[in-house]
């Protein structure tokens, strides 16, 4: 079965300081791996995809991934965070092939960014 | 475009009353989904509809039905509520379909979801 760990439940950093959001994932196969954000009282946005090619996918709002096989890992960055980036984030990971689009989440990483 | 449309965004129940969760899309997507989330548990499927006329259980289906109307909606049911189900429930759909020599549309577009109370 998939599954997905964020290892971090909560992050603080400073605002213009660099950001780094760790997800590990486990799937027998390459799967479709994402990022989607929350701000409160909102439902979720994607933020970046991945499902194949160059193993670093950019996305909205000045973030990227890498999704590094060798460690199942796609870890989401910021060069330099916004107070707007604090949120809550969720990543997610689904199949390559499936009846339907079914994907599974993360516990999620809450983003406090300090003035 | 709307995208994904939940009705309500909030709600306040007794135990055992019933109400219905309505989702619409507007986006001709195949699938749709409902999550709860709930804190420290990230997102958890309730239910999914690969299309119209199909439903199947998630992680967390009990106390929960579902009914995919037509392509556009895909309703969540909760019989007799419990404290338990205090949750917010987001309702998500994307282009996802069978597979074959398409790849599936993973993408998922989300509701702003429903915050239920239960008491």
């Known amino acids: 079965a998939q599954s997905v760990t964020q290892p971090d439940i909560h992050i603080t950093v400073s605002e213009g300081a660099s950001l780094e959001l760790r997800c590990n994932y486990s799937?027998?196969?390459?799967?479709?791996l994402f990022w989607y954000v929350q701000s409160p009282g909102q439902g979720l946005q994607l933020l970046l995809k991945?499902?194949?090619?160059?193993?670093l996918v950019q996305g909205i709002k000045g973030f990227e991934a890498e999704f590094k096989r060798s460690q199942s890992s796609f870890n989401l960055r910021k060069p330099s965070v916004h107070w707007s980036d604090a949120a809550e984030y969720f990543c997610?990971?689904?199949?390559?092939?499936?009846?339907?689009?079914?994907?599974?989440f993360g516990d999620g990483t809450t983003l406090t960014v300090k003035p | 475009n709307a995208g994904v449309t939940q009705t309500p965004k909030f709600q306040v129940l007794k135990t055992g009353q019933s109400m219905t969760l309505q989702c619409a899309q507007d986006?001709?997507?195949?699938?749709m989904y409902w999550y709860r989330q709930d804190p420290g548990m990230g997102l958890r499927l309730i239910y999914y509809?690969?299309?119209?006329?199909?439903?199947d259980k998630g992680e967390v289906p009990n106390g929960y039905n579902v009914s995919r109307l037509n392509k556009r909606e895909f309703s969540l049911r909760l019989e007799s509520a419990a404290p338990s189900q205090t949750s917010v429930y987001f309702c998500?759909?994307?282009?996802?379909?069978?597979?074959?020599?398409?790849?599936?549309?993973?993408?998922?577009?989300f509701g702003a979801g429903t915050r239920l109370s239960v008491l």
């Open positions: 998500a759909s994307s282009e996802a379909r069978s597979s074959g020599v398409k790849l599936a549309k993973n993408i998922q577009y």
């Open positions: 799937y027998g196969a390459t799967p479709y």
């Open positions: 991945y499902f194949s090619g160059d193993t």
């Open positions: 997610a990971v689904g199949p390559l092939r499936t009846n339907a689009g079914k994907s599974t």
């Open positions: 986006m001709n997507h195949n699938s």
């Open positions: 509809s690969a299309s119209e006329g199909t439903t």
